[in-house]
């Protein structure tokens, strides 16, 4: 099960001094992605990524531009960005900041509250693999494979003494039941459960 942000800001915390920072929007290149505190992606939800602040931070950002502000949580890592700059945030953030057309600027942003996330739980990942069994038939194991990919999974085999091991992998958790399905359609008779395994992209 992936971790939802759930965080809510008190009337009697207090705000710590300003910082000055570079800002950038910045999106997932591929679906599925998972940020580094174990929500999935989503660029319209307001959320911001720093290698400096603890993730679950609640962060209140200006644009001293255009004289707005939002409040959002630190929800990832930093992406590889040009060294000038120190934040980046999602689209929903960098619109209501105003600087989703030029992409960068220069934001204060102030600690309402430093986040307790831990960085890369492996045990809490978002993403499963399936354990289809190990084959001794070659020929039965290559059409299975190729149903697979198919039917747009991810199979994987490991040679071993017995066989040769079948699996799929890197299935993100909203997806488990789909994927099943498509094992079943593939000839796969699968009975087990779905094992969680390390985030592919992190």
């Known amino acids: 099960m992936k971790r939802i942000l759930t965080l809510l800001i008190a009337a009697s915390i207090t705000i710590t ?7 950038s929007w910045y999106t997932a ?4 992605y998972f940020t580094a505190s174990g929500t999935l992606f989503n660029d319209n939800q307001k959320g911001a990524a720093s290698n400096t602040l603890p993730l679950g931070s609640v962060i209140e950002l200006s644009n001293p531009e255009t004289g707005v502000s ?38 204060k942003v102030s600690v309402i509250r430093e986040g307790t996330i ?5 045990s809490n990942t978002g993403w499963y693999y399936f354990d289809l069994g190990v084959f001794t038939n070659t020929q039965e194991l290559a059409v299975k494979y190729s149903r697979l990919r198919e ?9 071993e003494d017995n066989g040769v091991h079948l699996y799929v992998r890197h299935v993100v958790q909203y997806q488990l039941r789909e994927a099943d399905d498509l094992i079943a359609l593939s000839g ?10 390390t985030n592919p992209y992190s």
Request: glycine content about 6%; aromatic content about 2%.
């Open 29 to 32: 290149t591929e679906p599925g």
């Open 70 to 107: 939002t409040v959002t949580t630190v929800i990832d890592t930093l992406p590889e960005l040009p060294e000038t700059r120190t934040l980046a945030i999602t689209m929903a953030a960098a619109d209501e900041l105003s600087m989703a057309e030029t992409g960068i600027a220069d934001v």
């Open 118 to 122: 831990e960085k890369e739980s492996d």
């Open 17 to 23: 001094a300003l910082s000055a920072e570079m800002a």
């Open 151 to 159: 039917n747009g999974l991810k199979p994987y085999i490991e040679v």
């Open 188 to 197: 796969i008779d699968f009975t087990g459960e779905p094992l969680p395994e």
